[in-house]
């Protein structure tokens, strides 16, 4: 008896899994080294991009997340794009980085760097950089900002208002 | 007269912004570091005078709270067991704020030094003067500094020996912060090699992601 019961919790247990397993795409957040992420801090058109690197643990760097969002909500349908680059640690891809995009409702593009050998490409993204988090770099064309530390939104759309 | 005054206060204000400016800006390689003096997690004040026999000091600029911190804190325990006895002790230096960080507190240092069962000084910079002259950006940040005892005049016409302190190398512990088995370039240790063998450190200056320090100075700014 006891075995049967615990068979069919075991199915139940599966049946409801199924769901929630195929709801969730797990690249939906792409992983990157950063030869390939590289591309994005380049992008040579109109829109201008506002990429900032942030991770789950990292407190300033959560407290200014809702401000890339809200700016991202005022800016839609306008050529104003936000990349939330987290350096979440490689092997916390699925235990922290998924679930608190999900708990958050993070609308912004996310993707996940996980090159390690940070010293190589830091200088890349602004010579400027320590390498401490968080930092947002805004660029267009030729227009380039660097900031090291957290940044307020009122210094966020004062720059956005006066680039796009 | 009023203008005069004016010029007075306008060459103040530039002298203090022009120091603030300095005091930030942080050492480079071939700079003098200065000395310190610390509370330690045991209660004492240290200072790297009080190692006569060092050869140089590890400073590393660390605390409880950051993932990258923590990621360290065995290669930390390993470094100074390595180059104790080679000269080049580990100071670690705390530069966060605990209003703002209550994890980094002094009370909360003490418990973490005896968690890991850290060998070397875990110092408060309470007034966080330290990390500002030394230009620290970031936990974990080290400063590899190298004693030489120099010639300095004396005030009777003859000639003082003192220590100082020459920055050799800044940055990064090593190029793998989550795995320190697949770690294959170890800057520090690298770096502190190079200085026993009497060479200069090659790289002498690297770049890490890590936690900024926290500063009610600097907040939002």
Not at chain 1, 2 to 31: C, E, Y
Not at chain 1, 133 to 144: C, V
Request: proline share 5%; hydrophobic share 40%; charged share 25%.
């Amino acid at each position: 008896m006891k075995t049967a019961r615990n068979f069919t919790f075991r199915m139940l247990m599966i049946l409801f899994a199924i769901p929630v397993l195929a709801g969730k795409n797990p690249d939906r957040i792409p992983r990157m080294d950063f030869d390939t992420f590289e591309s994005l801090l380049h992008k040579d058109n109109d829109t201008l991009y506002i990429v900032n690197f942030w991770a789950t643990w990292c407190k300033p760097c959560v407290k200014e997340l809702p401000d890339f969002e809200k700016i991202r909500t005022e800016y839609n349908g306008q050529k104003v794009s936000v990349l939330l680059v987290s350096l979440d640690f490689p092997n916390k891809h699925e235990e922290l980085l998924i679930p608190f995009v999900d708990k958050n409702n993070l609308q912004s593009e996310v993707i996940h760097l996980i090159d390690v050998d940070a010293n190589k490409w830091i200088d890349k993204v602004s010579s400027s950089w320590s390498g401490a988090i968080p930092a947002t770099l805004i660029y267009k064309g030729e227009f380039r900002k660097f900031h090291e530390g957290q940044m307020s939104y009122e210094e966020l759309k004062t720059i956005v208002e006066s680039e796009k | 007269m009023k203008k005069l005054m004016l010029l007075i206060a306008l060459l103040i204000a530039g002298v203090m912004t022009f120091a603030q400016e300095y005091a930030t800006s942080g050492y480079e390689v071939g700079d003098t570091a200065r000395d310190f003096l610390l509370k330690n997690v045991d209660g004492t004040m240290v200072a790297m005078a009080d190692f006569p026999d060092a050869r140089g000091f590890i400073v590393i600029f660390t605390c409880n709270h950051c993932p990258y911190s923590k990621a360290y804190e065995d290669r930390i325990i390993a470094l100074d067991k390595k180059y104790k006895f080679k000269g080049y002790p580990v100071l670690a230096i705390n530069p966060n704020d605990s209003v703002l960080v209550p994890e980094d507190s002094f009370s909360f240092m003490q418990v973490r030094a005896k968690e890991k069962g850290f060998t070397f000084p875990y110092l408060y910079d309470a007034g966080q003067k330290v990390y500002r002259e030394y230009g620290a950006k970031r936990t974990p940040h080290v400063f590899l500094l190298e004693k030489k005892n120099v010639e300095s005049p004396a005030a009777n016409g003859r000639t003082n020996k003192e220590d100082v302190y020459i920055v050799r190398y800044i940055g990064a512990i090593d190029n793998n912060h989550t795995d320190a088995g697949k770690a294959d370039e170890k800057y520090v240790e690298m770096a502190v090699d190079a200085l026993i063998s009497g060479n200069n450190p090659d790289p002498d200056f690297t770049k890490a992601i890590g936690c900024t320090i926290k500063d009610r100075a600097f907040i939002n700014k």
